[in-house]
């Protein structure tokens, strides 16, 4: 494709492209155009589209298998489609509000995410991005060596276990609005190396998941928690993020694998609705 108009919207990441038409399927120079964007600024954003579920699916599907969220319910006409939905009369806490790479707790976490907005408040429910390569980059070497060939416990506990002490806050944040089921396996602890290499970039970047990392392997709670609190604020450096002011029909694809990101809480008393689609990914190395 000769025509893709890309514009960066920060310094570390994020850029908009213009002059593809998600509706319709890519064809092989249009695809390899997008996914370059891609992997040259981590999320990349669309405006003005408006496709059907299929076509959503099949967008996603260009880029690989598509997942079905595990604790949360799709829609009913399209499982694989997740509604991120916060009403009006909703006051509670905000699915994905909180810095976070999507489910690391998996074993094979997502490739990437794409999310289509179809009800916007009228200010607010912006989302932010944080690009981990740069906060990789941008440690010491000392740090570096630290973590180097090092693995940090995941869990999805706060976020879908049942035993967690805020299940009470979590129940009440995602029964309005949304479909959500905690359940035990979200216990289970996963290790990932806390620096990651791109299966596609061969870049490193810091892997790390605020709401999932629980302790880094080999190394108590104790010990562990001065490290990851470190690694968990510098990853929130206002220069390794962009952010993202939606529109109706705005569409944002972001690589999971490198990034990080915020979905802002702040327009109680507005309706927001996006339908997401999870590009499945690989364990991490
Ligand atoms: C998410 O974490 O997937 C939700 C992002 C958003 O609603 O902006």
Not at 96 to 109: C, M, N
Not at 158 to 177: A, C, H, I, M, Q
Request: with cysteine; hydrophobic share 35%; proline share 5%.
């Amino acid at each position: 494709m000769t025509d893709l108009d890309i514009r960066p919207i920060a310094g570390a990441l994020g850029a908009e492209l213009y002059g593809v038409d998600l509706s319709e399927t890519l064809d092989d120079a249009a695809f390899a155009a997008v996914r370059q964007a891609l992997h040259d600024h981590l999320v990349i954003f669309f405006r003005d589209q408006t496709f059907t579920p299929e076509q959503h699916l099949a967008f996603a599907r260009r880029f690989g298998d598509i997942e079905t969220h595990r604790y949360a319910k799709g829609l009913p006409s399209h499982p694989e489609i997740l509604p991120v939905v916060k009403e009006a009369e909703d006051r509670a806490a905000n699915f994905g509000g909180i810095w976070h790479s999507d489910v690391s707790f998996h074993e094979e976490p997502p490739m990437g995410q794409i999310l289509y907005a179809l009800d916007i408040p009228e200010s607010g429910g912006d989302t932010i991005f944080v690009n981990m390569y740069r906060a990789y980059e941008a440690l010491s070497d000392g740090m570096k060596r630290l973590l180097e060939g090092r693995k940090a416990i995941h869990t999805g506990e706060r976020s879908y276990g049942p035993t967690d002490s805020e299940v009470t806050r979590r129940l009440d944040k995602f029964s309005r609005s949304m479909d959500v089921k905690m359940k035990d396996d979200a216990e289970a602890e996963v290790a990932h190396p806390v620096v990651r290499t791109h299966p596609e970039t061969g870049r490193k970047s810091l892997y790390i998941s605020a709401i999932s990392i629980q302790r880094l392997e080999g190394m108590t709670h104790a010990e562990s928690r001065p490290i990851l609190d470190h690694l968990i604020a510098h990853a929130q450096r206002p220069e390794f993020t962009c952010r993202f002011r939606w529109r109706k029909h705005s569409v944002a694809f972001w690589d999971n694998r490198c990034t990080q990101h915020y979905a802002l809480n702040d327009y109680h008393g507005q309706r927001r609705e996006m339908h997401r689609v999870t590009v499945a990914g690989e364990r991490p190395v």
